[in-house]
């Protein structure tokens, strides 16, 4: 009998001593699943978080505007044959310019001074003479709108016979944002450039090689569209354009300008929207001699300060140009009675 009590305490210690261990176990195993888990909640955040820093500099690649001078060749060239072939590049001109002409002669209507000069030019000048044109900007719609217009339908659908339709310059946020709308572009003669890039882009060493070779050049000297309707102030890429060209031995361009009115209404700055019933006038100058001032580009080449002042002097006699079609362009509005609606 007196065993029995020592026999209880050592059962029930080692009933203690079983349930330590177990209690010790159980919190040892929670505590491992605890850091396992806290392990596991870690690496995942840090594989999400990889992976949305990886997303955003691919959305941020995606967003961004390619660079253009990361498509310029070794010789600082764009490329400027068709993506989609010769029939691609005819099929994009040929129906941009039937939906302008729709826009511009159905929708509203469209006149036209002096177009006879312009389409001479286009034409009839022996190349490899080179032209450039020149207008005001006022809308988005300016080019391939207005162009269109001044240009027979029968010149779009035989480009691939004479390669004459215009060539143009567009910022590269519309046109180059990504790879279709490039291509795209690029079958509608447009080269990308960048707003703010400077006047030492591939861009414009590609335009000058164009206009050497007889191509025609539209450039607007404003650089962006006007808000107001007003003649801003002039950018001095055509002017070096003009000496590059001069300086390399290029014969100097016919230079044609005009000034249009009605565009603002047609399609307003910002809005998808098309006007109807507005009505659209083209005032064609006559070419602008720039014998005197070009002869100097040489010279002032070496001259920061000389070759500053001759691009103001030359862009200056576009500005005047302009200027003096503007107030014509009012005149025979206003002489047919037709205002800016």
Same mark, same amino acid.
């Given at each position: 009998?007196?065993?029995?009590?020592?026999?209880?305490?050592?059962?029930?210690?080692?009933?203690?001593?079983?349930?330590?261990? @177990? /209690?010790?176990?159980?919190?040892? =195993?929670? &505590?491992?699943?605890?850091?396992? #888990?806290?392990?596991? %909640?870690?690496? *995942?955040?840090?594989?999400?978080?990889?992976?949305?820093?990886?997303?955003?500099?691919?959305?941020?690649?995606?967003?961004?505007?390619?660079?253009?001078?990361?498509?310029?060749?070794?010789?600082?060239?764009?490329?400027?044959?068709?993506?989609?072939?010769?029939?691609?590049?005819?099929?994009?001109?040929?129906?941009?310019?039937?939906?302008?002409?729709?826009?511009?002669?159905?929708?509203?209507?469209?006149? @036209? /001074?002096?177009?006879?000069?312009? =389409?001479? &030019?286009?034409?009839?000048?022996? #190349?490899?003479?080179? %032209?450039?044109? *020149?207008?005001?900007?006022?809308?988005?719609?300016?080019?391939?709108?207005?162009?269109?217009?001044?240009?027979?339908?029968?010149?779009?659908?035989?480009?691939?016979?004479?390669?004459?339709?215009?060539?143009?310059?567009?910022?590269?946020?519309?046109?180059?944002?990504?790879?279709?709308?490039?291509?795209?572009?690029?079958?509608?003669?447009?080269?990308?450039?960048?707003?703010?890039?400077?006047?030492?882009?591939?861009?414009?060493?590609?335009?000058?090689?164009?206009?050497?070779?007889?191509?025609?050049?539209?450039?607007?000297?404003?650089?962006?569209?006007?808000?107001?309707?007003?003649?801003?102030?002039?950018?001095?890429?055509?002017?070096?354009?003009?000496?590059?060209?001069?300086?390399?031995?290029?014969?100097?361009?016919?230079?044609?300008?005009?000034?249009?009115?009605?565009?603002?209404?047609?399609?307003?700055?910002?809005?998808?929207?098309?006007?109807?019933?507005?009505?659209?006038?083209?005032?064609?100058?006559?070419?602008?001699?720039?014998?005197?001032?070009?002869?100097?580009?040489?010279?002032?080449?070496?001259?920061?300060?000389?070759?500053?002042?001759?691009?103001?002097?030359?862009?200056?006699?576009?500005?005047?140009?302009?200027?003096?079609?503007?107030?014509?362009?009012?005149?025979?509005?206003?002489?047919?009675?037709?205002?800016?609606?």
């Amino acid at each position: 009998m007196r065993g029995a009590p020592h026999r209880r305490a050592a059962t029930r210690n080692s009933r203690f001593a079983t349930l330590n261990r @177990t /209690t010790a176990s159980v919190k040892y =195993r929670v &505590a491992r699943g605890i850091t396992d #888990r806290e392990r596991s %909640l870690c690496a *995942l955040k840090e594989s999400k978080g990889s992976r949305g820093a990886s997303s955003a500099r691919v959305m941020a690649s995606d967003d961004s505007a390619p660079s253009t001078s990361a498509r310029a060749n070794e010789g600082g060239m764009l490329p400027t044959d068709a993506p989609w072939g010769t029939l691609g590049r005819q099929a994009v001109l040929s129906t941009v310019a039937l939906v302008s002409k729709f826009l511009l002669d159905v929708v509203n209507s469209t006149t @036209t /001074t002096n177009g006879e000069t312009l =389409r001479d &030019a286009i034409t009839s000048r022996e #190349r490899p003479q080179g %032209l450039i044109t *020149l207008s005001n900007h006022a809308s988005t719609f300016d080019d391939p709108g207005v162009l269109s217009e001044l240009i027979p339908m029968k010149y779009f659908l035989t480009e691939p016979w004479h390669g004459g339709v215009r060539w143009t310059l567009c910022t590269d946020e519309i046109c180059a944002k990504n790879k279709l709308r490039e291509d795209f572009f690029l079958c509608g003669k447009a080269l990308a450039i960048k707003r703010g890039g400077g006047l030492d882009q591939p861009v414009l060493h590609t335009a000058v090689e164009l206009v050497k070779r007889g191509d025609w050049l539209h450039l607007f000297p404003e650089g962006r569209v006007s808000r107001d309707g007003e003649l801003s102030r002039m950018r001095r890429g055509f002017a070096k354009l003009l000496c590059d060209i001069e300086n390399s031995g290029g014969q100097t361009p016919l230079v044609v300008p005009f000034w249009h009115s009605g565009m603002a209404v047609v399609k307003p700055y910002g809005e998808y929207s098309i006007g109807v019933g507005k009505r659209v006038h083209v005032t064609v100058g006559e070419p602008i001699d720039f014998s005197d001032l070009v002869k100097k580009c040489g010279r002032c080449e070496k001259s920061v300060k000389a070759r500053d002042a001759l691009y103001g002097q030359i862009m200056d006699r576009v500005e005047g140009r302009l200027r003096d079609l503007k107030a014509k362009n009012a005149r025979e509005r206003e002489s047919t009675g037709a205002a800016v609606n």
